[in-house]
């Protein structure tokens, strides 16, 4: 079973515009939640967090937030730039551990000129 | 400053081979883990360790082993290769109490 789940495949968007890149997730004993930005032929690299007790964190052009009664997250990015282009992974952890986290499927943003 | 070096970048076995993937990182991480990486599915867990003598089974373990003999060092051991482990491999490390692991570039496994 899928704990965290990002049902966008794949997100095509216009440069400068704003990216949105989903998740949803099942167990609610998650408290903390990260986002991984990943280039092809490289490992993923970390890009943004929140911890469960917000619901909101902002880092420049990118800005996570929560909704835990949803028990949703989003990543926005803005203006979007074509380097953005990457596969974007969710991930959560349990007791904020951060050795035991759980990854979405991926979703593949192709910014467009 | 390399960061964490995973060896070899890519590997073809038959299947019943054994092999170690390897694993080292330079930044005194007390954390390290190994993921592999499926079309669909994301990174799961195989195997982690919160320090060197100590470590766990993460969601997916069957068919691997691993020791932390050192802080430094975390091989990955595939004891028969099946073609149900062709993936692309990921070890990652972090300072405890901090979220933001570090990856390697990753080894492409294929069993054949």
């Known amino acids: 079973d899928q704990q965290v789940k990002q049902n966008s495949p794949s997100l095509s968007v216009q440069e400068g515009r704003i990216s949105i890149l989903n998740c949803d997730y099942t167990?609610?004993?998650?408290?903390?939640f990260l986002w991984y930005k990943k280039y092809p032929a490289e490992g993923p690299t970390f890009l943004i967090s929140?911890?469960?007790?917000?619901d909101k964190n902002e880092d420049g052009r990118f800005t996570v937030f929560l909704n835990k009664s949803a028990k949703h997250l989003s990543l926005h990015i803005v203006p979007s730039q074509p380097g953005d282009s990457a596969v974007y992974f969710c991930?959560?952890?349990?007791?904020?551990?951060?050795?035991?986290?759980?990854f979405g499927q991926g979703t593949r943003l192709t910014i467009n000129p | 400053n390399a960061g964490v070096t995973q060896t070899p970048k890519f590997q073809v076995l038959k299947t019943g081979q054994s092999m170690t993937l390897q694993c080292a990182q330079d930044?005194?991480?007390?954390?390290m883990s190994w993921y592999r990486q499926d079309p669909g599915m994301g990174l799961r867990l195989i195997h982690y360790?919160?320090?060197?003598?100590?470590?766990d089974q993460g969601e997916v373990p069957n068919g691997y082993n691993v020791s932390r003999s050192t802080t430094e060092d975390f091989p990955l051991r595939l004891l028969s290769a099946a073609p149900s482990q062709t993936s692309v491999y990921f070890c990652?490390?972090?300072?405890?109490?901090?979220?933001?692991?570090?990856f390697g570039s990753g080894t492409r496994l294929t069993v054949v």
């Open positions: 930044m005194n991480h007390e954390y």
């Open positions: 360790s919160v320090g060197a003598g100590i470590t």
């Open positions: 991930a959560a952890s349990v007791n904020q551990g951060a050795q035991k986290l759980v």
């Open positions: 990652a490390s972090s300072y405890s109490g901090s979220y933001g692991y570090t």
């Open positions: 929140i911890s469960s007790i917000k």
């Open positions: 167990n609610s004993m998650f408290d903390y």
